[in-house]
């Protein structure tokens, strides 16, 4: 379903993979507010993606279905009510992120290691060594010293200061972090923005984040200048 119920948005998503030539099929599915279900196979052909050296290099996205209830609308006497499964949503964005980064990555012969930047989703500070404590898992043996020093020096962090921003806090932390407004902190005993001028010159920046429906999404960005 799209926001301006045009089920030829979909189409031209789904189009737009098999075009650049790094998909062979994508099947899309569209859901009308009558309830009515467009589905349609778009093949590609062609020459095979190449992965541009600079700019956005990868993306990842994944939708799971089956937890989408986990954040949701309910219709109740005329009127419409947020329901929010707050443990779920906590275990499914903290569990997830291992498997989701690791795939990305692997298909850059990358590590998280290899990341100047992570920007990550910040709907609650306590999900992020979680998240990151499974992601380092089989690199380190102190994990929690390597989450620590991680947190704190390839990351940014701001929603002590500004709360839970949801979607808009892809866009505010960078923001944040080039005009200068983040400081040096401690986060429920994590330090955190402890290299904020260097990674001001970050050059491997990746993004990741949890939204409704269940959806990653995470984003691989390398600058051609580290001060670009």
Same mark, same amino acid.
């Given at each position: 379903?799209?926001?301006?119920?045009?089920?030829?948005?979909?189409? &031209?998503? *789904?189009?737009?993979?098999?075009?650049?030539?790094?998909?062979?099929?994508?099947?899309?599915?569209? $859901?009308?507010?009558? +309830?009515?279900?467009?589905?349609?196979?778009?093949?590609?052909?062609?020459?095979?993606?190449?992965?541009?050296?600079?700019?956005?290099?990868?993306?990842?996205?994944?939708?799971?279905?089956?937890?989408?209830?986990? %954040? #949701? *609308?309910?219709?109740?006497?005329?009127?419409? +009510?947020?329901?929010?499964?707050?443990?779920?949503? +906590?275990?499914?964005?903290?569990?997830?992120?291992?498997?989701?980064?690791?795939? /990305?990555?692997? @298909? @850059?012969?990358?590590?998280?290691?290899?990341?100047?930047? $992570?920007?990550?989703? =910040?709907?609650?500070?306590?999900?992020?060594?979680?998240?990151?404590?499974?992601?380092?898992?089989?690199? #380190? *043996?102190?994990?929690?010293?390597?989450?620590?020093?991680?947190?704190?020096?390839?990351?940014?962090?701001?929603?002590?200061?500004?709360?839970?921003?949801?979607?808009?806090?892809? #866009?505010? /932390?960078?923001?944040?972090?080039?005009?200068?407004?983040?400081?040096?902190?401690?986060? =429920?005993?994590?330090?955190?923005?402890?290299? /904020?001028?260097?990674?001001?010159?970050?050059?491997?920046?990746?993004?990741?984040?949890?939204?409704?429906?269940?959806?990653?999404?995470? %984003?691989? =960005?390398? &600058? &051609?200048?580290?001060?670009?």
């Amino acid at each position: 379903m799209s926001v301006e119920r045009n089920p030829s948005l979909v189409e &031209k998503i *789904a189009r737009a993979y098999v075009e650049s030539g790094k998909y062979e099929t994508i099947a899309s599915a569209y $859901l009308a507010p009558d +309830f009515n279900i467009e589905v349609m196979v778009h093949k590609g052909y062609g020459p095979r993606f190449l992965r541009p050296r600079y700019g956005i290099v990868d993306t990842l996205t994944r939708t799971h279905g089956c937890f989408a209830n986990y %954040i #949701q *609308a309910l219709s109740e006497n005329g009127h419409i +009510f947020a329901e929010i499964d707050g443990k779920g949503v +906590f275990l499914y964005a903290t569990r997830g992120g291992r498997t989701h980064l690791t795939e /990305l990555l692997s @298909n @850059n012969a990358m590590t998280l290691y290899d990341i100047d930047l $992570l920007i990550e989703h =910040q709907a609650n500070f306590a999900m992020i060594p979680l998240t990151l404590e499974r992601a380092l898992l089989n690199d #380190q *043996a102190d994990i929690n010293k390597a989450t620590r020093e991680y947190i704190a020096n390839r990351m940014v962090t701001n929603i002590h200061e500004r709360g839970n921003c949801s979607v808009v806090c892809m #866009q505010r /932390l960078p923001y944040d972090l080039q005009r200068g407004v983040l400081k040096e902190d401690t986060v =429920q005993g994590y330090p955190v923005n402890r290299n /904020l001028d260097g990674l001001k010159h970050a050059k491997v920046i990746l993004n990741d984040s949890v939204g409704a429906g269940m959806t990653r999404s995470s %984003i691989l =960005q390398i &600058k &051609k200048e580290a001060d670009g």
